[in-house]
Nanobody
Framework: QVQVVESGGGLVQPGGSLRLACAVS????????IGWFRQAPGKGREGVAC????????YYADSAKGRFTISRDNNGNTVYLQMNSLKPEDTAVYYC?????????????????????WGQGTQVTVAS
C-alpha cells in the first residue's frame, strides 16, 4: 500500500514563506514522479509543481514559477515545496501525489490522471 503524507501547512502573512513536505512510501523513487496540486475554495484542483524521482527534473505551473521550488531529499523519499512571496490567492488545500514517471511524462505533470496515489492534503492560508 503506497502512502503519501503531506505536512507543513498553516497560516502565513502575505509575502511570507512556507515549506511543505511530502513523504512517499514508494520504492525505488526512481520510477516515480511526485507532484503538488492545490485546490482553492470553489475551484478545481490545479497542478503546481512536479519533480522526477529519477533525475530531479522539475516542472512548474506559471502560478508557481519564480516563487515556489520543488526539491527532493536524496537520502529518503521526501519531497519539499518551498513557497516564497506568498499571496492570498495561494490559499488552498495543497495535495501531494505520486505516479509512475513514464505516465506523468506522457500524460503531463499537471494532470490529475497522471497520478495514482494522493495524500489527504494540507491547508495553506495566506492572510494578514
Amino acid at each position: 500500500q503506497v502512502q503519501v503524507v503531506e505536512s507543513g501547512g498553516g497560516l502565513v502573512q502575505p509575502g511570507g514563506s512556507l515549506r511543505l513536505a511530502c513523504a512517499v512510501s514508494v520504492l525505488p523513487l526512481d520510477y516515480y514522479a511526485i507532484g503538488w496540486f492545490r485546490q482553492a475554495p470553489g475551484k478545481g484542483r490545479e497542478g503546481v509543481a512536479c519533480i522526477s524521482g529519477r533525475d530531479g527534473t522539475t516542472y512548474y505551473a506559471d502560478s508557481a514559477k519564480g516563487r515556489f521550488t520543488i526539491s527532493r531529499d536524496n537520502n529518503g523519499n521526501t519531497v519539499y515545496l518551498q513557497m516564497n512571496s506568498l499571496k492570498p490567492e495561494d490559499t488552498a488545500v495543497y495535495y501531494c501525489a505520486t505516479g509512475e514517471l513514464q505516465t506523468v511524462l506522457v500524460v503531463g505533470p499537471f494532470y490529475q490522471h497522471s497520478y495514482d496515489y494522493w495524500g489527504q492534503g494540507t491547508q495553506v492560508t495566506v492572510a494578514s
